[in-house]
């Protein structure tokens, strides 16, 4: 009889102790709160400026813009490792290197991992969460510590019973059945991770437009250095010719110290454009992950070529269809309107099931099995004014987003009315550029044949050389930003890495 006693004492205290009991119903799942704004987080841009002001020329009728790049688009990761560099860049290669390793694109890259990761999370409240645990205790007990003092006639109970063990295995399963706040979590989640591959396409647009517009400034600025070299061996020619006249009595010393100093001045201007050049170049290799040197070399040149036809009206619908930022927002708006309905469902009742079986006993050869299953309805009654909160949170983000999304329609119909605008403008300064550029070269041609004649002196000829320069420099502006606004146009109708091929082509004779 005492031994039974003693067995039956121990096995109340371990039972008492024993972790296995009816599973406890999971958290329930609260509505996530998004940001206000659903605009991407990157706060970098790139973008097309115009200068209300000449830049480069004296000219007041031509177009300058230029392309304006900040945040993360301004760098890049290097490419060369992968992508072998040889020294020649062609507009493809530098687009190919840029969309890879521009840290505009390798930034949003891993936001969509993350936001991807994030909607996982937010699906696993939806799945089963099974969890295991194994147990093995040893354990002694004081009986008359634990509060239990019997005294039974002819009887004596110790105080301290054990060492004993017991053996633990158990399994335990936990499903959400009916849970609406859970489910439109994750659909918002999953609308949020869209919108951030809309986001990263996006990028790239703005990529082709950061590297496809520093690959033309490169050629502009080139293009510049190479008509001031001209200018320069026009001014000693001039300077030469005057020397010659000075010598036989034709010219005074005044003219011939007037011509060399305009060809210092020519020399001045060259050192400028030649340091502008290499910078350009280096910001060039910045964007496209080449090292930051400018010792390589463009073997692309662009013309002028005409866009090709096609109505403002279709454009903006393209557009509409295409851009990519323009899906972000109504991912976003899909988002917000998901996370309002989460908020709505905390109202609402929710079904869980827990269910745990486990194989008990004093050792594995001992042991016998248990299990457990409760199901859990939860019936929100009040909740200090909780969920009210949430609803208004998370109408007033749905409105944000709307108005985002509204606004960002305007933005992208506006930007392709002003790119047809550029184009337009800057196909009419193109052709009245070349024509000024013929005229001035005549002009020149027969002023240089009146001084040689002796009828004129050396200032008509400077001035006539003046106009051809200002010519030459407004032709390469006009042609510059006439294929600025093609660039910008691809950027402007979505997909830009496919429309720039359609819209810029390389001149023919380019290596």
Excluded: C
Aim: proline content about 5%; overall charge positive; glycine content about 6%.
């Amino acid at each position: 009889m005492k031994p039974l006693l003693i067995l039956a004492a121990a096995a109340g205290a371990a039972f008492a102790q024993l972790p296995f009991g009816p599973p406890q119903p999971s958290s329930t799942p609260q509505a996530a709160i998004l940001p206000a704004s659903g605009r991407t987080s990157q706060t970098g841009s790139v973008g097309v400026a115009e200068q209300p002001v000449p830049g480069t020329t004296t000219s007041v009728n031509t177009l300058n813009p230029s392309v304006q790049i900040s945040g993360p688009y301004t760098g890049s990761a290097p490419s060369t490792a992968v992508m072998p560099f040889n020294g020649k860049l062609s507009l493809q290669d530098a687009l190919r290197r840029g969309l890879a390793y521009n840290l505009g694109a390798v930034g949003l890259a891993q936001a969509v991992r993350q936001s991807g990761a994030q909607a996982a999370v937010a699906r696993s409240a939806l799945l089963p969460n099974l969890n295991g645990s194994l147990n093995e205790t040893v354990e002694q007990v004081d009986l008359a510590a634990s509060g239990l003092r019997i005294n039974v006639p002819f009887f004596r109970i110790p105080q301290v019973v054990g060492p004993f063990n017991f053996f633990d295995l158990q399994v335990s399963l936990n499903q959400v059945l009916a849970n609406m706040t859970a489910l439109n979590n994750y659909r918002a989640a999953g609308a949020t991770a869209r919108a951030s591959r809309f986001s990263l396409q996006d990028a790239r647009d703005l990529i082709t437009l950061a590297v496809g517009g520093a690959y033309l400034q490169v050629l502009a600025a080139q293009a510049r250095l190479d008509a001031a070299q001209t200018q320069l061996a026009t001014a000693n020619a001039v300077f030469h010719q005057s020397t010659e006249q000075h010598a036989h009595g034709v010219v005074g010393k005044l003219s011939v110290d007037q011509n060399q100093v305009r060809t210092l001045i020519q020399r001045q201007q060259i050192i400028t454009l030649r340091n502008d050049l290499a910078k350009q170049k280096i910001n060039l290799a910045r964007l496209a992950g080449l090292p930051p040197n400018p010792s390589y070399v463009l073997t692309d040149t662009f013309s002028f070529r005409p866009a090709p036809v096609r109505t403002v009206e279709e454009a903006v619908a393209q557009a509409e269809q295409q851009r990519a930022d323009l899906k972000a927002a109504q991912a976003q708006v899909v988002a917000a309107e998901k996370a309002l309905a989460a908020a709505r469902s905390e109202r609402l009742p929710s079904l869980a099931l827990s269910s745990a079986y486990e194989v008990i006993g004093l050792n594995p050869s001992q042991a016998h099995g248990a299990f457990t299953v409760a199901g859990t309805l939860s019936v929100p009654i009040y909740q200090g004014g909780r969920i009210s909160s949430d609803i208004v949170q998370a109408q007033a983000v749905l409105a944000q987003r709307r108005a985002e999304l509204a606004d960002l329609r305007g933005q992208i119909e506006a930007q392709v009315r002003q790119v047809y605008l550029d184009l337009e403008a800057a196909a009419g300064q193109v052709e009245v550029a070349r024509k000024n550029l013929d005229v001035a070269r005549e002009t020149l041609d027969m002023t240089r044949a009146r001084m040689q004649a002796g009828v004129i002196n050396t200032l008509e000829v400077v001035q006539a050389q003046q106009t051809v320069a200002s010519a030459q420099l407004d032709l390469i502006d006009s042609v510059f930003a006439h294929n600025l606004a093609k660039l910008s146009l691809a950027r402007s109708l979505g997909n830009a890495p496919a429309q720039l091929p359609l819209l810029l082509k390389p001149t023919a004779n380019s290596q």
